[in-house]
């Protein structure tokens, strides 16, 4: 019933996140453009600093829901109607034979194929790669957060020695 609940969600959330990903691309363009070209703020590391943890982090929500949204994709599909389980996913497999079901997982992102010796095989590679993807972004925007924080302390401490004289 959970897992249900979560794909029918995940399902939900993939069609504003579909949208999401050109306007999220359209943006690092023109960010990247507007960095290049001349006459910046006097201001324009901080800005960008800044405005690359929200595009990492926004980045690493957006994939992620993607990822979720085709879990929750093969979820619905394998539980529902006549000639759904296994998934169809597992049966384009030469394992085809021994399936007896699926498990799925939303973190890690996996859609797993389940055969009558208990061994698994996951349905689809995709899934590793939106998985080390989202972890790439996620710790992209952590290492820009404390570079962030380690370029404000920088600027105070300048600005105090800078006071005192």
Not at 8 to 26: C, R, T
Not at 77 to 85: L, R
Request: aromatic share 10%; hydrophobic share 50%; charged share 20%.
């Amino acid at each position: 019933m959970r897992e249900s609940v979560l794909g029918s969600f995940f399902s939900l959330l993939i069609f504003p996140a579909v949208l999401a990903v050109p306007v999220w691309v359209i943006a690092v363009a023109f960010k990247l453009i507007s960095v290049a070209a001349p006459g910046r703020r006097p201001d324009w590391r901080q800005d960008l600093l800044r405005w690359s943890v929200w595009m990492t982090g926004s980045g690493a929500v957006i994939l992620y829901v993607l990822g979720a949204g085709a879990v929750g994709l093969a979820v619905h599909e394998s539980s529902s109607g006549a000639d759904s389980t296994p998934s169809q996913e597992c049966r384009d497999d030469y394992r085809a034979d021994h399936l007896v079901g699926q498990t799925a997982s939303y973190v890690p992102l996996r859609f797993d194929c389940v055969l009558d010796d208990g061994a698994t095989y996951p349905s689809s590679p995709a899934y590793a790669w939106i998985n080390a993807l989202v972890a790439a972004l996620g710790l992209a925007t952590i290492a820009l957060v404390v570079a962030k924080g380690y370029g404000a302390e920088r600027r105070a401490r300048a600005d105090a020695a800078g006071g005192e004289r």
